[in-house]
Antibody, heavy 119, light 108 residues
Framework: QITLKESGPTLVKPTQTLTLTCTFS??????????VGWIRQPPGKALEWLAL???????RYSPSLKSRLTITKDTSKNQVVLTMTNMDPVDTATYYC???????????WGQGTLVTVSS | EIVLTQSPATLSLSPGERATLSCRAS??????LAWYQQKPGQAPRLLIY???NRATGIPARFSGSGSGTDFTLTISSLEPEDFAVYYC??????????FGPGTKVDIK
């Protein structure tokens, strides 16, 4: 079955770069039609899509955060990595990675990882 | 950017009642809309995609309808486990993929 799990620091300082890793199983990112995305959720607030990457290395980013985000994949390790530069306290959120169905919807999600930005 | 608006913000109902949730888009998204359920401390769960297609394993009491700018998620008879927050998401004119602000269904 498909599983995903996020890993990375729980606390980062303002201006630092956040690196999150999504390790998955049950599918391959080298298979046509497959994609993985990142979504975040500030405490008590709504979901916000950040980025996604497809099997063919096509990458899409949220326009409002594009200058700060980089998404990459390591097919051999079954991992997707998201980096976000210049972190700010408003970036405090639970960060989720998720498998894509129909190229644009998220059908399997990781448990999420809470990242706090504070000095 | 397409903005999604959900109403009501909170829906207070009893188990067994019918729930009708609305999602409205600022411009047409055709049928490219999904619904998710999220319980406290959990990741969202995909319920409906392409406006009316139930995701794998989703009970038949959940149904979606609509196209263009107006969409509805209906829960025909609320079960205790259905009390949660529900989000809609569009993919029509992207990036970005956008989510609505959510509707909380709580116990009356």
């Amino acid at each position: 079955q498909i599983t995903l799990k996020e890993s990375g620091p729980t606390l980062v300082k303002p201006t630092q770069t956040l690196t999150l890793t999504c390790t998955f199983s049950g599918f391959s990112l080298s298979t046509s039609g497959v994609g993985v995305g990142w979504i975040r959720q500030p405490p008590g607030k709504a979901l916000e899509w950040l980025a996604l990457i497809y099997w063919d290395d096509d990458k899409r980013y949220s326009p409002s955060l594009k200058s700060r985000l980089t998404i990459t994949k390591d097919t051999s390790k079954n991992q997707v990595v998201l980096t976000m530069t210049n972190m700010d306290p408003v970036d405090t959120a639970t960060y989720y990675c998720a498998h894509l169905i129909q190229l644009w919807y998220f059908d399997y999600w990781g448990q999420g990882t809470l990242v706090t930005v504070s000095s | 950017e397409i903005v999604l608006t959900q109403s009501p913000a909170t829906l207070s109902l009893s188990p067994g009642e019918r729930a009708t949730l609305s999602c409205r888009a600022s411009q047409s998204v055709s049928s490219y809309l999904a619904w998710y359920q999220q319980k406290p401390g959990q990741a969202p769960r995909l319920l409906i995609y392409d406006a009316s297609n139930r995701a794998t394993g989703i009970p038949a009491r959940f149904s979606g309808s609509g196209s263009g700018t107006d969409f509805t998620l209906t829960i025909s008879s609320l079960e205790p486990e259905d009390f949660a927050v529900y989000y809609c998401q569009q993919r029509s004119n992207w990036p970005p993929l956008t989510f609505g602000p959510g509707t909380k269904v709580d116990i009356k």
